[in-house]
């Protein structure tokens, strides 16, 4: 079992930028695929970025491509997503997921076993 804490959420105008991390304990964590979803209020929680195992293969949600780069540093255990030029519709909860199986890409909400508590982003107009 691995467990998941994600960090740097927060409050920021439109056209500014965040860095979310994940803290990832438990098992290897170099042969997880890691993603970011979020949610909305009253909106089912959507897909953002997903990650390989090796670090060299990423794919984005079309509404965030060219905006948000999701990285990892396997030595630390830690899994990054920079989101750049933000808007007002980003605003969610972001969540970190792993996917333990390391198959690649993992889309889906159902695709992942292990997940974060969540951090908030604003985005304010």
């Known amino acids: 079992q691995v467990q998941l804490v994600e960090s740097g959420g927060g409050l920021v105008q439109a056209g500014g930028s965040l860095r979310l991390s994940c803290v990832a304990s438990g098992g290897t964590f170099s042969r997880y695929v890691m993603g970011w979803f979020r949610q909305a209020p009253g909106k089912e929680r959507e897909f953002v970025a997903v990650?390989?195992?090796?670090?060299?293969?990423?794919y984005y949600a079309v509404s965030v491509k060219g905006r948000f780069t999701i990285s990892r540093d396997n030595a630390k255990n830690t899994v990054h997503l920079q989101m750049n030029s933000l808007k007002p519709e980003d605003t969610a909860v972001y969540y970190c997921a792993a996917d333990l199986s390391g198959i690649y890409p993992r889309t889906k909400v159902s695709e992942f076993g292990s997940w974060g508590q969540g951090t908030q982003v604003t985005v304010s107009s």
């Open positions: 990650l390989s195992w090796s670090g060299d293969m990423t």
